[in-house]
């Protein structure tokens, strides 16, 4: 027995292969689908699809070419497979997808070949699609040079239309040739899943896979999103793990704990601990910190004072050995020790001015 028959299922549900069985037109996908579809159907030239590692992209543009008819579309998928190719080597594959069973090997003749079909295609009333796959491997300035010479190729409207898709680095890529950048007549993205869409599409996969009944706790599904980010690949990985573990302990729910146990073996745990943990409040205020730099700058100043004039440091060693009663008179109020002479000086001096008084 394997983990598809204890769970009941007729199939993996969560696959990485590109299945359109499995297909979840989550609402940001459709919105992305229509205006795609927009572009092939008005013959707009070229849209751009940009989005993140695993957001779905590929079986997207698989969906999209099994939406464009027969009967009113010549439409190809082509996948870059490598940055190394050359401008040659895509001529000759879009022409063969395009119907040209022996593309010359000359530029300007396959140039030919390839505006003769399109106009071929144009008065039967087909539109030419071609659907363009890791888009962000085109990263020569020839190759995107060769694209805008193609949409250069029109009778009433555009001849062909192009719809790349790829990650966020295609959109930097295409400003390599700028006249073809400004020829950008549609642009979407597609972003994580949020947690409706993450539940959505878990549960769309289990059903189609055959489930009967509720597979992931609602906490569980909780997790699934905290720690894949709404990544649809991360979603299946994470998935497709807890199916197998919890077939291993026989345990018909995939639960939390479950979650957790494999988001850890994954190396996922630290990542969602880093993005849950809450940024520390203080509970009160606390006094700043003396720096160290000012404590060594007050004992430099207490060393500068403690070089002060021989006569200075008598003085103060003088007051500090001070008898008891002349301490007593400083506690008096302030007018008494005003009034009262404080040393002999000061007897000598009241004398000096007495005697001035007499005279």
Known sequence: MDYLEFYGLEEEPFSQAPNLKFFYNSPQHSRAMLRLMYAVDTMKGLAVLLGEIGTGKTILARRMLDNLPEEEY????????????????LLNRIARQLGIESPAPEKLKLLNQLY??????YEKGKKAVVLVDEAQMLRSREIMEEFRG????EMEGKLIT???????????????????AQRIAVKCRLESFNRES???????????????TQLFTKSAVDLVHTYSRGIPR???????????E?????????????????ATDLGLSLKKKKEQAPSPKPSREVEPSVPEESTEIELEQAMARAGLKEEKAEETIE????????????????EEQESAPSSEEDKEIEDLLGKLDEN
């Not at 193609?150 to 190729?153: E, H, R, V």
């Open 74 to 89: 010549e439409s190809a998928l082509l996948v870059i497979i490598h940055s190394q190719i050359t401008a040659d080597w």
């Open 116 to 121: 003769n079909r399109l106009i071929e295609l």
């Open 234 to 244: 991360l979603i299946n990985t994470i998935c497709d793990n807890c199916l197998f």
């Open 198 to 212: 993450t539940e959505g599409y878990i549960n769309h996969r289990l059903r189609m896979a055959g489930a009967k």
């Open 319 to 334: 007051l500090e050995q001070a008898k008891p009663e002349e301490k007593a008179q400083e506690t008096k109020p302030a």
């Open 162 to 180: 192009f719809v790349f898709f790829g990650l966020p680095e295609l959109e930097e890529h295409l400003h390599l040739d700028e006249p073809l």
């Open 150 to 153: 193609l949409l250069n190729l």
């Open 246 to 262: 919890g077939y291993l302990l026989k345990q018909k729910t995939i639960d939390e704990n479950l979650v957790n146990i494999i």
